[in-house]
């Protein structure tokens, strides 16, 4: 069975202070993990996809990293804008419909 | 362009009575998704559409749900006899196809009293 972890489940951090959020999965065989930002009252929003180890993507503040175990979120000097619950997912190679498996998130609140 | 729609955004019904919920995927894709988000806990997944036929109901909680899609565009999720563990945001989503991410919608918050 496919399980997604994430850590920690909520984030404290000062406005310009960089840290990392974790996301540690157990898949047969990946074929994508994404990751997502969700707003309170909001569906999730796409952030980005990585495919294989070693994969590295960026959008603004944020840069996603993959291994064989888990991904990374880290999150350079952020802004109380980037406060929101970040969610992590896999897709295995086996799923034929392309269903995510997703984690339980990690709130992240960014005071100013 | 038009993201995935999904109505009613809130939905308040009492214990036994049936409800739907409806998606409005984004035009051209052709897989669909229903998930449940409740309380506390992550995306549960629900059901799966290609087009307009369900390959995967696993996630589907109990007989009393069920869901269907037609013209390979909108789909309906429908909840009988609704009970109060029934009460969560139900979520939506569509994908163009394999290896492309989803897209949501901002959900149906449902509440049984």
């Known amino acids: 069975e496919d399980q997604v972890t994430q850590s920690p489940e909520a984030l404290r951090l000062q406005e310009g202070e960089s840290s990392s959020l974790n996301c540690s999965y157990t898949?047969?065989?990946?074929?994508?993990l994404f990751w997502y930002r969700q707003d309170p009252g909001k569906g999730p929003e796409f952030l980005f996809t990585?495919?294989?180890a070693g994969e590295e993507k960026e959008k603004e503040r944020l840069k996603a990293t993959l291994t064989k175990k888990e991904s990374f979120l880290h999150i350079t000097a952020p802004k109380p804008e980037d406060s929101a619950t970040y969610l992590c997912a896999v897709q295995a190679a086996e799923n034929a419909g392309n269903m995510l498996t997703f984690g339980g998130g990690t709130r992240l609140m960014v005071k100013p | 362009g038009a993201g995935v729609s999904q109505s009613p955004s809130n939905k308040v019904t009492e214990k036994g009575k049936d409800v739907e919920l409806r998606c409005d995927p984004i035009s051209g894709h052709t897989a669909l998704y229903w998930y449940r988000q409740s309380l506390g806990q992550g995306l549960e997944f629900l059901i799966y559409?290609?087009?307009?036929?369900?390959?995967?109901k696993s996630g589907l909680p109990s007989d009393r749900f069920s869901a269907e899609r037609t013209g390979g565009s909108v789909s309906t999720l429908t909840i009988q006899r609704t009970q109060q563990e029934d009460s969560a945001v139900y979520l939506c989503a569509s994908s163009p196809g394999p290896n492309s991410p989803l897209h949501f919608g901002n959900g149906t918050r449902l509440t049984v009293t």
């Open positions: 559409f290609q087009g307009n036929s369900a390959p995967d």
């Open positions: 898949v047969s065989g990946l074929r994508g």
């Open positions: 990585l495919y294989s």
